[in-house]
């Protein structure tokens, strides 16, 4: 069955400091992973996904994702991070051999320390 | 700008009632879905429908079901509203047909509360 785990319930990094949020996955034939941003009493944004290509993929808000097939990862990254991208971050991966479904994380908030 | 909007922020209903949750959006999608998210959890799919009047089970229908008569219109609706249903719901709507790989847009949510 396909599935994505994000690993860390919470990460805490300084202002102005790289960041990285994980995600891992497991599917039985071609990856299609996406990342979304909540902020508080909001809705999902769609931040960025991969489909083919180049494993560096670059979205929005300054924020990129490395695809790694080997380790079966695709973290989030970001060079400096800011204050206001304090959020909950959601992992997906596309089911793309049974229902076509969107299969999401559990989340990981990230808290950015001025 | 894509738009999908819900008809409550916030709902509060008694045990047993039926409550009809609505979600529209703008720009002409396909594919509309349902998910609850609750603390831990993350989002979990409800419903789904890749056209209109056609849906399909997610991974937790029970309690639950749907109504897409228009293709911008995406109803979920309780039965018999139970205090375990007390969650956020949001709405999603993406283009293109079922097997494509576009993103969803997602709504601003109703947080449902069962009294």
């Known amino acids: 069955a396909q599935s994505v785990a994000q690993p860390e319930d919470q990460v805490n990094v300084a202002e102005g400091n790289p960041l990285t949020v994980k995600c891992t996955y497991s599917v039985s034939g071609n990856p299609y992973l996406f990342w979304y941003v909540q902020y508080p009493n909001r809705g999902l944004q769609f931040l960025l996904k991969?489909?083919?290509?180049?494993?560096l993929v670059k979205g929005s808000y300054g924020f990129e994702a490395e695809f790694n097939k080997s380790q079966t990862s695709f973290h989030l990254k970001k060079p400096s991070a800011l204050v206001s991208d304090s959020a909950l971050y959601f992992c997906a991966v596309r089911d793309m051999e049974g229902t076509y479904k969107y299969i999401f994380g559990t989340g990981t908030r990230l808290k950015v320390l001025a | 700008d894509v738009k999908v909007t819900q008809s409550s922020r916030y709902l509060v209903k008694r045990t047993g009632e039926k409550v009809f949750l609505e979600c529209v959006q703008d720009?002409?999608?396909?594919?509309m879905f349902w998910y609850r998210q609750d603390p831990g959890l993350g989002l979990r799919l409800i419903y789904f429908s890749y056209d209109v009047k056609m849906k399909e089970k997610g991974d937790i229908p029970e309690g639950y079901s749907v109504s897409r008569e228009k293709k911008e219109r995406f109803s979920l609706i309780l039965e018999s509203a139970s205090t375990n249903q007390t969650s956020m719901y949001l709405c999603a709507s993406s283009w293109g047909t079922s097997a494509s790989y576009n993103e969803q847009f997602f709504g601003p949510g109703t947080r449902l509360t069962v009294l």
């Open positions: 991969y489909i083919t290509g180049d494993n």
């Open positions: 720009m002409d999608h396909e594919n």
